[in-house]
Nanobody, 123 residues
Framework: QVQLVESGGGLVQAGGSLRLSCAAS????????MGWFRQAPGKEREFVAS????????YYADSVKSRFTISRDNAKNTVYLQLNSLKPEDTAVYYC????????????????WGQGTQVTVSS
């Protein structure tokens, strides 16, 4: 069982930056691939980024590639998402998730989810 708690969301102007954190419980954090997803009002939850258990491989949605960076610190049981050059269309609730599968962008392969953190980008 893994419990995930996100933090770091907030209100930022377009072009600004935020750093999201996701703290995980448990002693086997490095055995999980971690992912970030987001859901805007009236839209389906969509993949943002994912990272392998040891952090050596990462994968991004085309819409955020070169602007967002996923990383993890297994000693701290934490995964991060650095959001740069934010756009109003990045406004959403951001969720972190853990998967026992290898790194994946597939929503259904993630077994554990956090409660989400709101990111709002004003124009």
């Amino acid at each position: 069982q893994v419990q995930l708690v996100e933090s770091g969301g907030g209100l930022v102007q377009a072009g600004g930056s935020l750093r999201l954190s996701c703290a995980a419980s448990g002693r086997t954090f490095s055995s999980y691939a971690m992912g970030w997803f987001r859901q805007a009002p009236g839209k389906e939850r969509e993949f943002v980024a994912s990272i392998s258990g040891r952090g050596g491989v990462s994968y991004y949605a085309d819409s955020v590639k070169s602007r967002f960076t996923i990383s993890r610190d297994n000693a701290k049981n934490t995964v991060y998402l650095q959001l740069n050059s934010l756009k109003p269309e990045d406004t959403a609730v951001y969720y972190c998730a853990a998967s026992t599968a290898q790194i994946t962008s597939r929503y259904g392969r993630y077994e554990y989810w956090g409660q989400g953190t709101q990111v709002t980008v004003s124009s």
